[in-house]
């Protein structure tokens, strides 16, 4: 894959370093994000807002979590093929990112190429990668802060038939006292979040 010379849509095979020649900058990127310590290969489109490298590795669940687990110093990024177009870029995606390409185990995609990430809806087989790789890893710490500030951020978006039909369905069960300890401080760190600057 990375011995494929890459070629912009003007035909030129000038780059260098997996960077365009100056003459020949064009925005649109398919690339190859390789881990240094597994071997794995992530292929995307990437739109550049000039000809150097601005560190974007990739957005895919799998990329991001890999990137964050390894470093980002054991990531490189390779443009294979640049183009003037967004669609052209991602024509040339869907040619390298096929079905057999998405169910292998060496690479960090999950869905097949040329789609783009906005709006998709992910196929269970990607769903299921992504079970894989993350049964048996816990949450940094970070991760749990983040969670719990996106989850007093919606806490109270229900409607009232909705929180009538939730507390419908729990009349008669009661809770233990650890549970309602539980509840308790998850309502106050809720509180404590909405009210912070």
Excluded at 160 to 169: G, I
Aim: charged share 35%; hydrophobic share 30%; glycine share 10%.
């Amino acid at each position: 894959m990375s011995a494929r010379a890459a070629r912009c849509s003007l035909g030129c095979e000038s780059f260098a370093e997996g960077k365009p020649a100056r003459d020949c900058f064009v925005p649109w990127i398919v690339y190859e994000t390789r881990c240094l310590v597994s071997g794995k290969i992530y292929i995307g489109v990437h739109k550049q807002d000039g000809d150097e490298f601005d560190g974007y590795l990739g957005s895919g669940t799998l990329i991001t979590a890999a990137v964050e687990k390894h470093g980002r110093d054991n990531f490189r990024r390779q443009t294979l093929f640049a183009f003037e177009s967004e669609r052209d870029a991602y024509a040339k995606e869907a040619e390298l990112v096929g079905r057999e390409w998405v169910d292998s185990t060496w690479t960090y995609n999950i869905k097949e190429g040329g789609i783009g990430g906005v709006g998709f809806s992910m196929p269970e087989e990607a769903r299921e990668k992504i079970r894989e790789y993350r049964t048996g890893r816990p949450h940094s710490e970070e991760t749990k802060e983040k969670i719990r500030q996106h989850r007093a951020k919606i806490a109270f978006r229900h409607t009232s038939e909705s929180r009538a039909k939730m507390s419908a369905s729990r009349k008669g069960i009661p809770h233990s006292e650890e549970r309602k300890q539980r509840i308790s401080d998850g309502m106050k760190r809720s509180w404590q979040l909405r009210r912070a600057p």
